[in-house]
């Protein structure tokens, strides 16, 4: 079992930076692809990007690359989302997911842990 809380969401404006973490416990961590996926107000979850377990491999959505970062610690047992150059259309909220396996991938259906979820609300 993996328990995920997620942290950092706030209000920010456009062109502004947010970082958000996620803190796993309950399995181990390395061994675990990590990704953030986000839901807009009335839209489908969507996916941001993911990471392998060891960070060496990393995977992005077209719409946030060259923003956003994922980074990992496995000392830690943390994974980040450094988001630069927000945009009103980044606001979501942000949800982390680790699936049983190393490699990375971009489907929702991959993942079977999940945290709460942080709000990201980008003012313009």
């Known amino acids: 079992q993996v328990q995920l809380v ?4 706030g209000l920010v404006q456009a062109g502004g930076s947010l970082r958000l973490s ?11 692809a990590m990704a953030w996926f986000r839901q807009p107000p009335g839209k489908e ?3 941001v990007g993911a990471m392998s377990g060891s960070g060496g491999s990393t995977l992005y959505a077209d719409s946030v690359k060259g923003r956003f970062t994922m980074s990992r610690d496995n ?11 927000l945009k009103p259309e980044d606001t979501a909220v942000y949800y982390c997911a680790a699936r049983n ?11 079977g842990y999940w945290g709460q979820g942080t709000q990201v609300v980008v003012s313009s």
């Open 22 to 32: 996620c803190q796993a416990s309950g399995r181990t961590f390395s061994s675990s």
């Open 75 to 85: 000392v830690k047992n943390t994974v980040y989302l450094q988001m630069n150059s």
């Open 45 to 47: 979850r969507e996916f």
């Open 6 to 9: 997620e942290s950092g969401g």
């Open 101 to 111: 396996g190393r490699s990375v991938r971009s489907d929702h259906d991959e993942y």
